[in-house]
């Protein structure tokens, strides 16, 4: 029998409307919405449509009967990655984060304790990227931050990022990393929806590789860093990373922990779509490694988590681990696992 007591920790929101910039010609990534038919909307990014999305992006009630019907007791929402605007003039940017951090706080405040937040920040400028990390922190109430896969190109991983780290480890915020204009979209045949079939989940795992060969959670031991689409590539790299380890001493020299060891202390995920997937993640990351994550509202998003995670696992104690304690820990919830 399906429970209600799911946890969703990669969920997103588009808000219903965007505002003018007025501090000067508007960006030309500015958002703006545009009609569609029905319920939907046009998101309009530099002059082209760059998604249609339902008002199940924004409707609180929606977004809740919809988690009710899948099972879910909370939800973490976080912006569509491409309003992470890290491309944009860091003014421009920081003041659409800012507008969409509050209309996310606006959503949490009318959804009855179901939604918690996972903001965004403008990491192209690091003063700035701080500033509204502990605003969204400590003003709003976020249980974290949602970052790129790579910020213009830089893997988040990157030692450049040293200093956002030390703060959200200072904050107790949670990270959660989203694939975000991948670097392998070029080397694809076939449709634009491609990229996030099969770009996505390489990006990711290069981001989860780039965070463990840079030994950010060695110098950062209290962060808690997860990473979408069941952390994409890495279940497959890590192996191969692992033995290399022991082969190169350069490697040796660089990285300061076994990549198996320290891929057990990052969290991931359960979006995977395949329970033999989910069980091969399971056993390789760690069991309190692993949550419930769908993607909703968009179209590509799991629509029974829930059933998927016992379709896996008969031991009913994974099968919590899963389906919420790991995110409560993740998230700071009451009732998650003790580390």
């Known amino acids: 029998m399906r429970c209600r007591c799911g946890i969703d920790v990669h969920a997103h929101v588009v808000p219903a409307a965007f505002p003018a910039y007025l501090k000067g010609p508007t960006p030309a990534e500015w958002p703006s919405m545009a009609p569609a038919q029905a319920c939907h909307r046009h998101v309009v990014i530099s002059g082209r449509i760059y998604r249609t999305v339902s008002d199940r992006c924004w409707d609180v009630p929606r977004r809740v009967a919809d988690m009710d019907e899948m099972g879910l007791s909370l939800q973490a929402i976080s912006p569509m990655p491409e309003l992470l605007c890290y491309w944009m003039d860091p003014e421009p940017a920081d003041e659409l984060l800012r507008y969409i951090n509050d209309q996310m706080a606006e959503m949490i405040s009318h959804s009855g304790g179901r939604l918690v937040g996972l903001g965004a920040v403008p990491l192209q400028d690091m003063n700035r990227a701080i500033a509204e990390l502990r605003r969204i922190r400590c003003d709003l109430g976020f249980a974290g931050v949602e970052v790129g896969s790579n910020i213009n190109g830089k893997p988040i991983g990157s030692p450049d990022f ?75 790299l ?40 989910l069980r091969h993640l399971t056993s390789l990351f760690g069991e309190t490694q692993v949550m419930l994550g769908t993607d909703y509202p968009f179209a590509f998003h799991d629509m029974i988590p829930v059933e998927r995670v016992q379709a896996a696992f008969a031991d009913e104690h994974i099968r919590n681990l899963l389906l919420h304690k790991n995110a409560k820990t993740f998230l700071r919830q009451p009732g998650g696992v003790q580390q």
């Open 238 to 277: 890590l192996p191969r990373l692992e033995e290399g380890y022991k082969v190169f001493p350069a490697l040796q020299d660089s990285i300061q922990q076994s990549p198996t060891e320290q891929a057990r202390k990052l969290y991931y995920d359960a979006l995977v779509y395949d329970e033999p997937t």
């Open 162 to 236: 040293d200093p956002f780290f030390a703060v959200a480890e200072e904050l107790d915020a949670a990270i959660f990393v989203h694939a975000l204009r991948p670097c392998s979209r070029e080397r694809l045949v076939g449709p634009p929806q491609l990229q996030q079939v099969l770009a996505y989940p390489s990006d990711i795992g290069l981001a989860a590789a780039s965070v463990i060969c840079s030994n950010v959670l060695l110098r950062r031991p209290g962060l808690r860093i997860a990473f979408s689409h069941g952390g994409g590539t890495l279940g497959l």
